[in-house]
């Protein structure tokens, strides 16, 4: 027997928890395709046999088995290393928790982070723990579903959030560029609730860093897209 929390029936929070009905039916259509059907093993990846790498990101624990695979984070390392467009590597695109994969992804010259150096953005904390506090009243039977890691007693609150993780594999805390409060709709960027279309792009947020792009979550989806294509242009 399923539990009835009402939850239903609160439409508001049901709308800004999940995803739009057009990325849902993106998604359906995703599950026919015969690549996403028939995945290759992370150990089997080649850098010479990809033009580009693109960083899905998502939530709750299950996104373990993909942060934590150490073959995944081999070849993405290697993959900054290739050589691309534009005398940089090949580009790469990170979205959400992409963009931790890519900073636990160390270069095996000099053990440092793949994103050290660069410029980024990700999922921040303020996000992060909105979606948090949302889900402990209305997924009460597991109040840290949008959680992936969770900090033990002793660790500060956000201590192993995404955005903290990040900037602690950073040159310099100030590479991770949050939106300025002096940008054009920046409360349309920031409110946690207005997401970016194909024809509008003032709630989005993207940073980029040579042939390296990185986005938030799925409110910029539209115009991160956009902007990792174009790093292919000759």
């Not at 029936?9 to 259509?29: N, P, Q």
């Not at 080649?46 to 899905?56: I, N, S």
């Not at 660069?118 to 009243?137: D, G, N, P, V, Y």
């Not at 805390?173 to 792009?201: C, E, W």
Request: proline share 5%; hydrophobic share 35%.
């Amino acid at each position: 027997m399923g539990i009835y929390t009402g939850s239903e029936k609160l439409v508001l929070f049901g709308r800004l928890l999940r995803a739009r009905e057009s990325a849902r039916e993106a998604y359906l259509t995703l599950q026919q395709n015969d690549a996403f059907l028939n995945p290759l093993k992370y150990s089997h990846l080649k850098v010479d046999e990809f033009d580009g790498l693109l960083l899905a990101g998502g939530h709750a624990p299950g996104m373990r088995q993909y942060l934590e695979s150490t073959d995944l984070q081999s070849f993405i390392a290697d993959f900054f290393h290739s050589d691309g467009p534009h005398s940089s590597h090949k580009p790469v695109g990170a979205i959400c928790h992409g963009v931790l994969m890519a900073a636990r992804s160390k270069s095996k010259e000099t053990g440092l982070s793949a994103l050290y150096g660069r410029k980024t953005t990700a999922l921040t904390w303020s996000q992060e723990k909105a979606a948090q506090l949302l889900t402990l009243f209305l997924r009460f039977w597991d109040p840290f579903y949008y959680r992936t890691y969770r900090e033990s007693e002793e660790e500060p609150m956000g201590y192993w959030s995404v955005e903290s993780e990040i900037r602690r594999a950073l040159k310099d805390d100030q590479d991770f560029v949050l939106v300025p409060t002096d940008a054009p709709d920046y409360r349309l960027k920031t409110n946690g609730i207005a997401r970016d279309t194909p024809d509008d792009s003032r709630p989005s947020w993207v940073v980029r860093d040579g042939n390296y792009v990185s986005a938030r979550w799925p409110g910029d989806v539209h115009a991160f897209i956009r902007e990792y294509t174009s790093t292919f242009d000759g």
